[in-house]
């Protein structure tokens, strides 16, 4: 592994002028013009004057953690806004703006500066960044940080970073990052300009790729103070904070202290948050928003309740089939698989009504493949029109829909005839293949509450003469076994970008499929899926991002790869009334953590009430 350190001397200097004519900037955007000027003083959506002050405390329904190094596979690994907390101590050298779709800003760097050929980006750092330990951090932290995440870090910064060549120290203040001849070039800045910064001399003493719970050196707004394994973890405010007063920090981190409490699952976390022992939670069970919100607090106005409108991309959750298995590798099987699944029962009688079906990966989005290919997506499919089911060119998916009562007949004898011809017939009861082997299914899950989900398609799936069957596993085994690819079917869900980009290459590549740790759970290897992520990654412009990204889709659903399952749109809030927040809110962001503010006065009368 190379390490290469300061690079000075005229020659070098020469060298790389050439790379490097474009002009500085304050910030990046992958198409169009930044919505902020460089003289910007802050964010739209913060309150600039907002107080600091308090403890807010947030809790985690989902198991415990042993690891606080989030850039490793090792360990468990937190989802949502528990992640995100776990990540406050870590920076990046560009933040981005939760506003804008694909735009970013200085932050440990003070301008970036993108060569005219597109093949190099350079970052000036600013003087004034420290690690938390009051140590400054260098252009060798940066080079350290490409290097270890590349070789050492989860198998998706590998992928990420494939395109970038090399990284190197131009002087003092100054690194460069190279791109791979041939490689597409239109996010390779940003994903430079987001990748986290690692101190070099902590990891110098501390061994990287192993769990650990002694907090890492971080340089943000927050560090971690004190972690108990498997109850709590305690964040708090930076006092004397590098970036305090940059234009993209004004008005942020207004919580003097951030409480992580953990719980065994949702509904003891529900129960904590109604003895008042956390303050903030978002709601995920339509069944417990429907019928459980009637505890003393909301009647009398203590504990707040919200249905907020969400205006990003929906987020994607799905069923994963696991396509390494024999048994899902004929796409006429997945569609069976899907045809057992009635949402429409499921929402009336367990969601309250209060989902839709998902219909894209892109939901909610322009990217979304919502009316039949033309033009320029025509032209990216045709090549393969040979391999790919021939309704991708003909009918814009919809996922079957059933009358809500329960009786999906017609679904479940169309299924019945996509598992004969694939060679499942019924004998004995029994769905059984040439051999005579019967078809099993495991579902595989974290937490109890996917139960009464699950059920419901595992009876559709015995009268099909399918074994099948659920299995709850704890955190820590259900995290080797995703690792390792070690499952039937389980559900998953992830954020879904504003603008695709290499990031796709996790969940959808062949490359990604092959490799232990990655994202993409369903083993999909299909050329003509690389084939469309290329284009997305390449797409220069947002006509042809479309076309790319709609391509993707409809391959993706046509090919039954994943069976999309239900989303809202709009978050759901509930916490104690002890805050205030910003009259605008971020279009493509929460806003709670970085921009709310506890109210002091409301605050005390809360405190009065809980005791």
Partial sequence: ?????VVSGLLTATLFAAAASAEPRHGYSTFGELKYRQDFAHFDYVNPIAPKGGEVRFGHGQGSFDNLNPFITRGIRLPGMSATIVGLPFESLMTAAGDEPDSFYGLIAESIDVATDRRSVTFALRESVRWHDGSPLTVNDVVFSFETLRDKGAPQYRLLYRDIERVE???RRRVQFRFRDGAILRDLPQLAAGMPILSKS?????????TTLDPPLGSGPYRIVEVVPGRSLILKRVENYWGRDLAVNRGRWNFDQIRLEFYRD?????????AGEFDFREEFTSKTWATEYDFPAVKDGRVVRETIPDEAPAPRQYFVLNGRREK???RRVREAFALAFDFEWTNKNLFYGIYERTKSVFQNSDMAARSLPDGLELEFLNPYRDRLPPEVFTQVWEPPVTDGTGNNRTQLAKARNLLAAAGWNVRDGKARNARGQVFEIEY???????????????????RLGIEARMRQVESAQYASRMQTYDFDVTTKAFATP????????NFWSSTAAATEGNLNYAGIADPAIDDMLERIANAQDRATLRAASRALDRTLLWNHYIVPQWFRANDLFAYWDMFARPAIRPKFAQGVLDTWWIDQAKAAKIDRTRR
């Fill in 266 to 274: 949702r509904s003891v976390e529900f129960e904590a948050f109604k």
């Fill in 1 to 5: 592994m190379r390490r290469p350190g």
């Fill in 328 to 330: 899902f590798s004929d």
């Fill in 498 to 505: 504003t603008t695709p980009g290499i990031s796709e290459r």
């Fill in 444 to 462: 595989l899950m974290e937490e109890p509450t996917f139960e009464r989900i699950f059920a419901p398609v595992v009876r559709n799936l015995e």
């Fill in 202 to 210: 902590h990891f110098s003493r501390v061994e990287f790729d192993r």
């Fill in 169 to 171: 120290a131009l002087d």
